[in-house]
C-alpha cells in the first residue's frame, strides 16, 4: 500500500514552454500532497505544500507563477513549471500523506521526474 | 535551527562492514526522525524510523541509535552488501507534516 506515481519519469523540453508533471497517489487518498526538488547529489528542497481543492502553500524564495500547483483532487496533484528555462532543469519528486493518528504523517514518495530544458 | 546536519558526505565499506551515518540537530520541536534510501533516478524510500521517547531502534540490518540530550541520531548498517549502495537522507519532522532533509550520504558497499 501507499503508492505513489509520478508522470513522465523524464521529460525533455525547450526554453519558454511549460511542463506538467503529475503525482497520483493510487491506493489511498492523500489529505496533503508535497513538491519537492533535488538538484544532482543535493537534498531534497520543499517546494510546496498542497491541500485539495485549496491553494497551495510556496515555501520561500519558490515563485508561484512559475510553478503552478493544481491539487485537483485526493488523488491527483500537477505542477506545472511555466516558461521553462535550463535553471529549471531538475529531478522534481512529489509525496503524498495520510494522517496517521498520531502526531505526524507520514509522507511517501513518487519515483520522481526529471526535467532537462534545452 | 531547521537544519539537520549529516555526515559524512560520503562512505566506502567493505561487504559485511558497518556503515554508520550521522546527523545533528538543533530544533528541539523536531519529534520524528526517519531515515530514507535513494537510489540513483528514484525518489526516497523509507527505511526506518524513530520517535524522541526512544533511544534505539532495529529492524534487519537497520539500526537508529538516538541521542536526545546530545541532539543525534545516527544509522548504523550491519553486515553491509553491495545491494545498499544508496544515498541515503536522514530527516526530521516539525510539526505535523514538514521535513527537513540532511544533506545525505552516498554510500559505496565494496564487493
Known amino acids: 500500500g501507499a503508492v505513489v506515481s509520478q508522470h513522465p519519469s523524464r521529460v525533455i523540453c525547450k526554453s519558454g514552454t511549460s511542463v506538467k508533471i503529475e503525482c497520483r497517489s493510487l491506493?489511498?487518498?492523500?489529505?496533503?500532497m508535497f513538491w519537492y526538488r533535488q538538484f544532482p547529489k543535493q537534498s531534497l528542497m520543499l517546494m510546496a505544500t498542497?491541500?485539495?481543492?485549496?491553494?497551495?502553500?510556496?515555501e520561500q524564495g519558490v515563485e508561484k507563477d512559475k510553478f503552478l500547483i493544481n491539487h485537483a483532487s485526493l488523488t491527483l496533484s500537477t505542477l506545472t513549471v511555466t516558461s521553462a528555462h535550463p535553471e529549471d532543469s531538475s529531478f522534481y519528486i512529489c509525496?503524498?500523506?495520510?494522517?496517521?493518528?498520531?502526531?505526524?504523517?507520514?509522507?511517501?514518495f513518487g519515483p520522481g521526474t526529471r526535467l532537462t530544458v534545452l | 535551527q531547521q537544519q539537520v546536519k549529516q555526515s559524512p558526505q560520503s562512505l566506502i565499506v567493505q561487504k559485511g562492514g558497518i556503515s554508520i551515518i550521522n546527523c545533528a540537530y538543533e530544533?528541539?520541536?523536531?519529534?520524528?526522525f526517519p531515515w530514507y534510501q535513494q537510489f540513483p533516478g528514484k525518489g526516497p524510500a523509507l527505511l526506518i524510523a524513530?520517535?524522541?521517547?526512544?533511544s534505539e531502534k532495529k529492524e534487519g540490518r537497520f539500526t537508529i541509535s538516538f541521542n536526545k540530550s546530545a541532539k543525534q541520531f545516527s544509522l548504523h548498517i550491519m553486515d553491509s552488501q553491495p545491494g545498499d549502495s544508496a544515498t541515503y537522507f536522514c530527516?526530521?519532522?516539525?510539526?505535523?507534516?514538514?521535513?527537513?532533509f540532511g544533506t545525505g550520504t552516498r554510500l559505496k558497499v565494496l564487493a
Open positions: 509525496s503524498a500523506s495520510i494522517p496517521s493518528g498520531g502526531i505526524y504523517n507520514e509522507q511517501f
Open positions: 491506493d489511498f487518498q492523500a489529505t496533503t
Open positions: 498542497s491541500n485539495e481543492g485549496s491553494k497551495a502553500t510556496y
Open positions: 530544533n528541539t520541536a523536531f519529534d520524528y
Open positions: 524513530i520517535r524522541p521517547d526512544v
Open positions: 530527516a526530521a519532522i516539525v510539526g505535523t507534516y514538514k521535513y527537513i
